[in-house]
Each structure stands twice: as C-alpha cells, then as structure tokens.
C-alpha cells in the first residue's frame, strides 16, 4: 500500500514527475493504473481536493489557430495567478502511435513556469476529437490542485463533438476564409458552443463571420432549437428574475429551448444568445475579454447549479463508453470470437436471421437487454 500512498502525496502535492507519470499509465491502458486512481479520488479526498477545477475546451476546424489562442489564453490565466493546465489533443504517429508534439511546439515559454502543465495526448484511431484518456487525465489534473484544465481538441469537422463530454465551457473556434461559410455554421458542430470566436479576425471576411454566427444563434432562440446553453440561459433568466417579459412568440419557444429575448414589444430586440467574440491570437487581441466571458460562464454554472448536472450527465456518458470497451474486450476473448465468426456466417448462409443472431451474441455475454 506504501507504494501507492506515496506517488498519491506527491500528486496532490503537484509534483509533475509523478502527474506525468500517472497520465502516461492513463493513456497506455495500463491496469496498474486503476489502484492509484482509486486511491487518488478516496471519499477522504472528494471534498477537499476533487471536483474545484474549471475545465475548458477549445474547439474548433484545423487552421483555427486552436493552439495558438490556448497558449494566449493560458498566459492570461496566469496573470491571474491560476494554476493551469493543457492537454493538448495531436494526432497519432502512424509509426509509434505517439502524439505528434505541434501544440507543445507552440507553448515553449511556459515550459520553465511551475504552475503551467503542458501534455499532448495522441488520439491513437479514437474519432471524436478527443482522445481517449482525456477524461481520467482530466481527474489526474483536478486532483494535482490546478484551478484551469484547457483541453484542447484535434481539429474537429461537423460531427466530432465529444469535448461536450469532459468540459464545463466549450469555447467553439471559428476562422474567416475556410472557404463555404456553410461549412462553419452547420448545426452539427455549432450547437455545442457556450462561448463562440472568431479568431483570426484582422483577415478579411471576419465581421461576416460574426454576424453569420450571431444570426444562426438567433435563429435557434427563435425556433425553440435545443441547444448547449438552453437549460442555462432559463434558469440565468430565472435568477435575474427576467422571466416576467417571457411573452413566447410560437409554440416551440414555449415548450422548447426559451431564451430570454431583451425588448418583446419591439420585435425580436436584443436576443440573449452566448457571446460571439473576436481574437487575434497571435497578437493577443482579444483574449483577455474571452478569458472573461470563460469565467462568467463558470460562475454561471455554479451560480444555477448547472456545474453538478453537467458533470453527472458527463459521468453518465464516460461509464457507458468505459462499459462498450468493456463489452468490446469481451468480443475478442476466444470463445466469443468464435462465436461472432460462426454466427456471421450463419446469417450471410440464411441459416438464422440477423436479430436471432444478435440475440445468442447478447445472451452468451450474459447481457440483460432487450432488442428493438
């Protein structure tokens, strides 16, 4: 026990040697793992040191400037006397299956500063653009005392959102001149956002952008569209006690996702939609207005108890994609694989159906289910 007690100590106590050492395990799949983890996240832990850090994820397509604007966003925190740290999603070596180390490239002058905790993460095939032990590194990192945890994604297309699933903010990057503007306003990846910019914004094209977003955002008020920061606007306009000007303009709204709208009686007005910001991150311009807007998020979330029903809804979804792993791993023991194998043939032969099939697989994995 002594040899986990210890590394436990040091962790809490921020010792990178050891946080690095831990999330190497993490993200090897190492078994030994799980003993420290455990020991890590102890009841005697949860309320003292478990659960305080603000995770952030920043989102968006390739060629962005994702990389560049964490960098700028980690050196505002600092400023601020928090205690950061970065994990930065890269691509997988197709040699060693490795992370390819460009965002740490882009990070070198925090490399001799102690409360900055830089790591790539290789996504090793995971799609989604996540990897897949960005969740336990995440509670690796809380755990080691740090206030901020950005986690940025590899670049991301219309469909790999699963930054929703380990972040409290999610800052959605967008960029001017990525050709079909469509392409950046598709529902599939906006409605994830709680904090949009437009980074890159001295290029031409960037003003349209932003008002191309404010509009799709609007547009999803009025139409009652579910989205990310629906529930959290209702409550917010609930505390600000605003709820006595929700005069709905059509059924959705009323029995969707409302959204405060600021002046009712003089058409649509000012609709309260999250903030679409412009940055210039290689200069720096702007990222500090955005290092604002992530914290009065996070204050939001604590201020409606949003903070408490994101994470177990976040929970909720790690322990099913940890279980279909499990149930995966299963799959490729011997006996199962044979099975697979006979039972695919047999469907391909019409010798059973494709459901009766399914059926034998969930019984002999002793799966308590029912196929609709």
């Known amino acids: 026990m ?31 793992r799980i003993a420290v983890l455990q020991a890590l996240q102890s009841k005697a832990a949860l309320h003292d040191s478990i659960g305080k850090a603000h995770v952030v994820g920043i989102t968006g397509p390739p060629g962005a400037g994702k990389s560049t604007l964490t960098d700028k966003i ?82 991301v297309g219309q469909s790999e959102v699963d930054i929703v699933r380990c972040a409290d903010t999610v800052v959605l990057v967008s960029v001017p ?67 006595g000007q929700r005069e709905a303009k059509s059924v959705n709204m009323d029995a969707g996702a409302f959204h405060h709208i600021a002046a009712q009686a003089h058409g649509l007005g000012n609709m309260d939609i999250p903030p679409v910001l412009s940055t210039v991150a290689e200069t720096g311009d702007g990222v500090g207005e955005l290092v ?6 996070f204050h939001d979330l604590e201020k409606t108890g949003f903070k408490l029903s994101r994470r177990k809804e976040n929970i909720k979804w790690e322990l099913k994609d940890a279980l279909s792993r499990h149930l995966l ?21 019409v010798k059973t159906n494709f459901y009766d099939a399914l059926d034998r697989l969930v019984k002999a994995l002793k799966i308590e289910t029912s196929i609709l």
């Open 2 to 32: 002594n040899d986990i007690v210890l590394p436990i100590d040091k962790i809490r106590g921020g010792d990178i040697r050891y946080i690095a050492r831990l999330i190497s395990m993490v993200e090897n799949g190492i078994p030994e």
């Open 74 to 155: 980690a050196f505002e925190l600092r400023a601020l006397e928090k205690k950061v740290a970065v994990l930065a999603v890269d691509p997988s070596s197709p040699f060693s299956g490795g992370a390819i180390l460009g965002d740490r490239i882009r990070m070198q002058r925090h490399a001799t500063d102690e409360d900055v905790y830089i790591r790539s993460l290789a996504t090793r095939g995971h799609l989604g653009g996540l990897s897949q032990a960005v969740c336990e590194s995440v509670r690796v990192l809380d755990a080691a005392g740090f206030d901020t945890i950005l986690v940025e994604t590899v670049g």
């Open 177 to 243: 001149g990525l050709g079909d503007d469509i392409q950046t306003i598709k529902a599939g990846i906006m409605e994830i956002g709680d904090i949009f910019v437009v980074n890159k914004a001295d290029r031409e094209g960037a003003e349209r952008v932003v008002r191309e977003i404010k509009a799709m955002l609007e547009t999803a008020v009025t139409n009652g569209s579910e989205t990310r920061f629906s529930e959290l606007f209702q409550a917010r306009a609930r505390l600000s006690g605003d709820t």
């Open 292 to 297: 604002k807007e992530i914290q009065k998020h």
């Open 329 to 349: 791993k299963g799959l490729e023991m011997n006996q199962t694989s044979s099975l697979l194998s006979e039972l695919a043939e047999s469907v391909v032969e």
